[in-house]
């Protein structure tokens, strides 16, 4: 996977200010980036959709394609076991899947390649011109690539989080856990509160 350009950009992003990294995440801190910062796609049933749509949920952004080998199922298997090792908190974590290949993923193939991994995981997709939009704002990089009588598709193995608030904060590298994943996850959604003796050097 061509994964280089982004990862630059991504440690571009992480030099932000020390206050802005103070959690101590195995991903990507990327609070205050500017990728993105929203999508404008379309749900299954044709309805538009947004991140706005997820206030109130911390999203898993994936980028990827239904008949992907590998990168793509280990990335959304992962996401099943990081919302089974959230336990109750897993329902408040919302996994979207976008696809870079809307030439073979309709939306009842992808609406099925979801509910093989968790019914509540969403599928969405745009023409090629939306995709292209979309992948572009999320530093994204995907191209056709031949094999054989048909193609398959060379895509950015990464995976981008929201909290609550519609913020992005964090980026997931391929290579992270589902242990890993969900401490993560863990933190943004109940940060820890500064000790009384941070508080009286900085009061």
């Not at 908190?89 to 408040?92: A, F, L, M, R, V």
């Not at 995709?131 to 056709?144: H, L």
């Given at each position: 996977m061509q994964r280089r350009t982004l990862l630059t950009a991504l440690a571009a992003a992480a030099a932000l200010p020390l206050a802005a990294h103070a959690a101590p995440y195995t991903g990507i801190d990327i609070t205050g980036s500017s990728i993105g910062p929203d999508f404008r796609l379309f749900y299954g049933d044709g309805k538009p959709a947004s991140l706005q749509d997820f206030k109130g949920k911390y999203v898993l952004l994936f980028f990827g394609f239904t008949q992907c080998p590998d990168v793509c199922p280990t990335a959304l298997s992962r996401a099943v076991e990081i919302k089974k090792l959230l336990g109750a908190?897993?329902?408040?974590m919302q996994v979207l899947f976008v696809t870079v290949d809307p030439e073979r993923d309709t939306a009842a193939l992808l609406a099925e390649y979801m509910r093989a991994f968790d019914p509540g995981f969403i599928g969405l997709r745009g023409d090629a011109a939306q995709?292209?939009?979309?992948?572009?704002?999320?530093?994204?990089?995907?191209?056709?690539?031949?094999?054989g009588s048909s193609y398959t598709m060379d895509h950015t193995a990464i995976t981008y989080v929201f909290d609550a608030t519609g913020k992005i904060r964090l980026a997931f590298k391929h290579e992270q856990t589902a242990q890993q994943c969900a401490a993560d996850l863990r933190q943004l959604m109940q940060p820890k509160k500064a000790t009384s003796f941070l508080k009286g050097l900085f009061s």
């Open positions: 908190d897993g329902n408040k995709t292209a939009k979309a992948a572009k704002d999320f530093k994204i990089f995907y191209s056709k690539v031949p094999s």
